[in-house]
């Protein structure tokens, strides 16, 4: 079904290698959100959707990059499906018990960045890591772009709290 929504033999090949590569990891995350099977598979089909109406901003298969925008949009769609079935409440508890997994030789800013919450860490990751724009990550988290804005800005100063003088030049 994905592939006839795709124009060119080149973007088809690309989305079938990252559908295989990831599929799983994108089902586990969903999982841990929704705690559902049906539900986890609803939110896996939904980010695959936007993948491919967004595949020209995927340089390429593997990489960090890539990885990590396949995971934000599938936890984000879990989490949206979250809402649509049960109590705000319970989805804070849920967005709680994520973590993002660093490398251990990330550094300072990895691990000021692991303190941060979870939005800051997205919004963080997929506007100076991938390069997406403030107009693009609202699309993304269902947000408008100047509550994107307004939560890198936030980010950066909760960062500039967290970092040593000496990393930040202050």
Known sequence: MYLAMIGSDDDR??????YYKYRNL?????????????????????????????????????GARTRSFLSIITEHKAIDIVRKRRPVIELDAAE???????????????????????????????????GYSAREIAKMLGSSPAAVRKSIWRAKEALGKLL???VTGA
């Open 13 to 18: 090949a690309k989305f079938e290698q990252i």
């Open 26 to 62: 994108m089902y586990h995350i969903a999982y841990q959100v929704t705690e559902n099977r049906e539900d986890a598979e609803d939110a896996v089909q939904q980010a695959f959707l936007y993948v491919v109406e967004n595949l020209g901003k995927v340089d390429s298969v593997s």
């Open 96 to 130: 709680k018990e994520l973590a993002v997994s660093l490398p251990e030789d990330s550094g300072e800013l990895a691990r000021a960045m692991a303190k941060l919450p979870r939005r800051y860490q997205d919004v963080l990751l997929l506007h100076y890591h991938n």
């Open 164 to 166: 040593p003088e000496e």
